[in-house]
């Protein structure tokens, strides 16, 4: 529901493709054969895969040094999805933050609630990651635009107070 996210057009140009887990697993184990060793996993949205952790564990397994997700980071608010990602071998995650409060978060997600579920989010991946006690990257993404430019600082100061990095 993102009104600033460009899969809306791509959606309306064509219908979405949402892979089978045996059609992601096959693309994960094709760039790893091209040498690849590292992996990203976006969407849309990711984390309404059921499969997510299944992938994750599988290309580390396969040898994928690095496998990050870029997300709204609302599923991760739940303790036990952020703990059984991490455990999988998620190395890094960027979590869209689009404003330092409430209005201005919603206003371009669409979602009532989702500003408190994102921050959570952020707060419960860096708990997992401190606690796996391996090297994880956590960085926050905001789509510039007219109404949440003039909040890119206070945007920041948050991200860094919830645990990101970058």
Same mark, same amino acid.
């Given at each position: /529901?993102?009104?600033?996210?460009?899969?809306?057009?791509?959606?309306?140009? @064509?219908?979405?493709?949402?892979?089978?887990? *045996?059609?992601? @697993?096959?693309? +994960?184990?094709?760039?790893?054969?091209?040498?690849?060793?590292?992996?990203?996993?976006?969407?849309?949205?990711?984390? +309404?895969?059921?499969?997510?952790? %299944?992938? !994750?564990?599988?290309? /580390?397994?396969? %040898?994928?040094?690095?496998?990050?997700?870029?997300?709204?980071?609302?599923?991760? $608010?739940?303790?036990?999805?952020?703990?059984?990602?991490?455990?999988?071998?998620?190395?890094?995650?960027? +979590?869209?933050?689009? %404003?330092?409060?409430?209005?201005?978060?919603? *206003?371009?997600?669409? *979602? =009532?609630?989702?500003?408190?579920?994102?921050?959570?989010? +952020?707060?419960? #991946? @860096? /708990?997992?990651?401190?606690?796996?006690?391996?090297?994880?990257?956590? $960085?926050? !993404?905001? !789509? #510039? !635009?007219?109404?949440?430019? =003039?909040?890119?600082?206070?945007?920041? @100061?948050? *991200?860094?107070?919830?645990?990101?990095?970058?």
């Amino acid at each position: /529901r993102c009104i600033i996210c460009p899969q809306q057009a791509i959606r309306s140009c @064509r219908p979405a493709t949402i892979l089978t887990p *045996a059609e992601l @697993r096959e693309r +994960i184990a094709w760039a790893r054969a091209q040498g690849f060793d590292e992996v990203g996993l976006s969407g849309g949205e990711p984390t +309404i895969r059921k499969d997510l952790a %299944g992938a !994750v564990e599988y290309a /580390r397994s396969i %040898g994928f040094r690095t496998v990050q997700i870029t997300s709204n980071g609302r599923m991760f $608010s739940y303790p036990e999805f952020a703990d059984r990602l991490v455990a999988a071998g998620l190395t890094g995650a960027s +979590i869209t933050l689009q %404003g330092p409060d409430a209005p201005v978060h919603e *206003a371009l997600t669409g *979602a =009532p609630g989702s500003f408190a579920q994102t921050c959570e989010g +952020i707060r419960q #991946l @860096r /708990r997992a990651a401190d606690a796996s006690g391996r090297p994880f990257h956590l $960085s926050t !993404v905001t !789509v #510039l !635009v007219p109404g949440n430019l =003039p909040h890119l600082g206070g945007t920041l @100061r948050l *991200a860094g107070r919830l645990g990101a990095t970058l």
